[in-house]
């Protein structure tokens, strides 16, 4: 029988999954605020995370790759400078006096970010930058390898800003972005998966589930902004306890 907190967390991170997936996110940010909110140690949140990213970006970039939403050349180029610098983010671990604030600050700028991008609107499609489309890549997969998160939070609105791609093209890309940015991660710290959790079969199975109901939502009918700002909210709750404990 399964310990009450572990459905419990489960049962978060399922929700995680829903509204992350809805908007071509993988939700690292999410699964990351839940693990913080129910104390579990910094050394075993980073591995976990990048886990179920790579399981849940992957189903979610095939499913809105197959209804067209997915920009290749723009995706190409990002990666070119995300997985590198992502394996050596990965590689780099912060003492948790270090970790918690980092990631305390990264959680209220996401917070901050999902509230102001429900405010957004597609602008008029403009051709790919391509340098500076890797120079991006690279920053942002260095940052996601140190912090566990696949990228996504920071480079979504990036390029909807930039008018690259219009918002729904940008879920495919950045859930492809995301997968490739945690596996390189992971690699390039692999011997953190020795801190996995004995229970992440259970929160694997509810982040698929929550992906695939999440998916359905976002490519066919859901609106987003709602969901933006509750998004918000909960990040900020979240950054802001993790750097008050």
Known sequence: ??????LLIAGCLFLGAILYTSVGHAGASAYIAVMTLFDLPPVVIKPTALTLNIFVSSYTCLRYIKSNLFHKSLFLNLSLGSVPAAYLG????????????????????SGVRFLVQALQTDKAHREVNKPLAIFMGACVGLLSGITGTGGGIFLSPLIIWLGWVSVKAASGTVAAFIFVNSTAGLLG??????????????????????????????????SSVGVKRALGFVLLIAGAKFLLS
């Not at 029988?1 to 572990?6: G, N, R, S, V, Y």
């Not at 990965?90 to 700028?109: K, T």
């Not at 710290?189 to 999440?214: D, H, K, M, R, W």
């Open 1 to 6: 029988m399964f310990e009450a907190q572990t």
């Open 90 to 109: 990965g590689r780099i671990n912060l003492p948790s006096d270090v970790y918690r604030p980092v990631i305390g600050v990264l959680l209220l700028l």
């Open 189 to 222: 710290n692999f011997q953190s998966t020795s801190s996995l959790p004995s229970e992440l079969p259970i929160f694997l199975v509810a982040v698929l589930l929550g992906a695939f109901i999440g998916t359905r939502f976002g490519i066919k009918r859901f």
